[in-house]
């Protein structure tokens, strides 16, 4: 059985899509498969397991759905400010990391708020979860690089980078970690916790994502998409994925193909096959117009397999088996988007209103005392 592939993108109109695509060759299809309007604010953060989805926004909220089922599965309220990062480890836990500067890890299996952790003083601009479960990484706006055991959810390391990194990940073994400071990439080891080597792009870094222990993908303030060994610190290829700048990246491998998923502020989903042999120019195999700014942008796929626990790891979950509402609705997204938009429009229009009535109110109370 084909595996379901699925691209979750979230937008400035407020907006959560689903695209599920169909395979067909070379041929890829993006198809609407749903949209939902639950956040009040532009979404900021989305990330999946292998059952669910979550999505951050401005408003604050982080909204949790579950695939298998089909359903909205509910709202997580803890953080006061910007969801800026989420992240799922396995399908037992979720990091957040927000404005509020708190980092926090939540139970699967409840949805509870197990530790809530007073991360960095200002922004939690990203967090990144070792592949063992026992580690995180965080960064933000204090210009500190954090290191967080999370067996005992406290601070193991403060590394001062004296600049404002706004990305870090882990690569997909977990032998090093990269640190993204504006256009430049720090690339780190975890045996020595020292730097490495340094890659610097030619604009600001928007996303980035690793194809492989060592090739990075790297998206910015621009049209082009960059890969890069981390361990030789060089350009392995460059192609121009849009024509406005380049949002979010994602790269998986899927029955043997190397994919790259890129969404631009243009409204356009791309989804892009890459030969990682000779690295020649990757073959556009579907595109996808939304209609929408996208902010972020993730894949879900139904095969993915549970991450398994090691011992010492943080506390396994069983699934839970809650009834929920239904969310899932077989809608066309522009129309979603239309509406989204009609509504935003609708309110400006309504606080414009407002303060011109209050501004002739107080006109008048002038005049009558003069």
Known sequence: ???????????????????????NGETWSPVADFTHHAHTASLSAVTVSDRYIATGSKDETIYIYDMKKRVEHGTLLHHNGTISC???????????????????????????????????????????????????LSVGRDKTLRTWNLIEGRSAFIKNIKQEAHIVKWSPKGEKYIVVVNNKVDVYQLETASLSGSITNEKRISSVSFFTESILAVAGDEEFVRLYDTDLQRCLLEFKAHANRVKSVYCFEIENSNIIVTASNDGFIKLWKLNMEIFSSPVLLGEVNTGARITCLTVWRSSLNEMPLKSGNVAQQPEEKNETKPFVKKLSSKPAVAEAIHKLQDTESHCQRKKRKTDDQTTKKKAKLS
């Open 1 to 23: 059985m084909e595996n379901q592939l699925e691209v979750i993108a979230g937008c400035y109109e407020q907006i959560l899509f689903g695209y599920r695509v169909d395979r």
């Open 86 to 136: 989420l992240e799922f480890y396995g399908n037992t836990h979720l990091i957040s990391g927000a404005e509020d500067g708190l980092i926090c890890i939540w139970s699967t299996k409840k949805w509870e708020c197990l530790k809530s952790i007073k991360a960095h003083k200002g922004h939690v601009t990203s967090v990144s979860v070792h592949p063992s479960g026992k580690l995180a």
